[in-house]
Structures are given as C-alpha cells and as structure tokens.
C-alpha cells in the first residue's frame, strides 16, 4: 500500500512543481563548477522569475510588518531597487509586474488546490483500497501547472515591454548574475531564504 500513497502526492506536486526550487537571495562564494554552471542554466525562467518575484513580494510583506511595530523598514522596500540599481519608475513598473504575478499565481494555485483535495477526500489517509487501482493526476491538473508557468513567463514579458529592451537587457543581466545562480532544486522546507545579495547588501 506504501507505493500507492505516494501516487497520491503526486497531484499536489505537479502544481507545485516550481516551488520546487528553493532561493538564496545572495550569491555563492565559491566559484561554480561546470556542472554547477550547467544546472544554473538548466534552471527554466519560470522557476527564476517566480522566486524573484515572490521574494520581493514576501519583502514588502515584512516590511509592512516592520512599519507597523514602528519599525524602519525602507531597506526591505528598496532592496531590489537597489540591488539592480532601478530608477524610481523602474522600480515601480517591477513592484507592480511581481505583485500582479504573485496574485495571479495564489488564485491559479488555489483552483488547483481545489482539485488536489477532491482527489484526497476519496482516500482518507491517503490510502488506496485493497483491490483498486491508484489514480493518475488528472490532465487537468498538468494543463494547469502549464497555465501557471505561462502567467509567470507572461509577467517577465510585461516586465520587458514596460522596461523597453534595452533596460531590461541590464536587469535580466542582473537576475542572470544574482538570481538564477542562487535557486536551487532543494525542497524549500530545508532551505531557510537568506536575505543578502553581494556585498554591502545585508538586510535587517
């Protein structure tokens, strides 16, 4: 029954499935092998900007929290802005594209949670009975991880038709160098984000 139960886990990980990728908002201070090179740039561009995205948005998040204890959280608000050096329109445009993302991407993940649990509410405990066969994730669940990495790529376009090319040619210059090279493929329960990126860039 054992191997039947995780064919149940497989519906909520394919949803999932880019969050699979962990984020280190700092980068590595070794230099990186070539198989390490080539798992950077195995990393999709959904995966990339998703973390990006959610991390500047979980930064305001905090800072909204600091500022309410009286708290002086400008550096969390400006991280981004700073570290890839935005001008205030830039980081404006940035803050709205990974803002908009990040809802777009809670109300699709929340349809397919919907789905994931129907599927577990007929196998409580996730156990399968004896004699039937474990069901496959549903198509409408694969079509729906597709969906969602589309609504992440579609933001990153938005960001470069609102930067103009040649802006945004430098900033994904940035995300290539401080970004991409720091998501990993760990489970994100065992990686704690840190919250620096290259020198003089610690945050409180």
């Known amino acids: ?7 149940l886990g ?16 700092y980068p590595s201070k070794t230099t990186p092998s070539s198989q390490q090179e080539r798992q950077v740039q195995s990393i999709p561009d959904y995966a990339t900007y998703r973390q990006l995205f959610h991390h500047h948005v979980a930064l305001k998040k905090k800072a909204d929290e600091l500022e309410q204890q009286g708290k002086n959280a400008k550096a969390l608000r ?8 935005l001008t205030d329109e830039e980081a ?3 803050d709205s594209v ?13 349809k397919a949670q919907a789905i994931i649990d129907a599927v577990r509410a007929r ?14 994730a549903p198509q409408e669940l694969k079509d729906m991880q597709d969906q969602r990495n589309n609504i992440i790529l579609r933001a990153r376009d938005r960001l470069r ?12 210059d940035f995300v290539e160098r401080n ?23 610690q945050l409180p």
Request: glycine content about 6%; aromatic content about 8%.
């Open 1 to 7: 029954m054992k191997n039947k139960r995780v064919v």
């Open 10 to 25: 497989l519906c909520a990980v394919l949803i999932t499935s880019a969050l699979g990728f962990s984020y280190r908002a």
């Open 78 to 85: 400006s991280f981004y802005k700073e570290a890839a050096g």
């Open 92 to 94: 404006r445009i940035f």
């Open 98 to 110: 990974a803002s908009d993302c990040e809802r777009d991407v809670a109300q699709q993940d929340a």
């Open 123 to 136: 196998y409580p405990n996730g156990k399968v009975p004896k004699g039937e066969k474990a069901p496959e």
């Open 161 to 172: 038709a609102s930067l103009g090319e040649q802006e945004f040619k430098r900033f994904s």
């Open 179 to 201: 970004v991409r090279p720091n998501v990993t493929s760990e489970p994100l329960n065992r990686q704690r984000p840190q919250t620096t990126m290259g020198p003089h860039r």
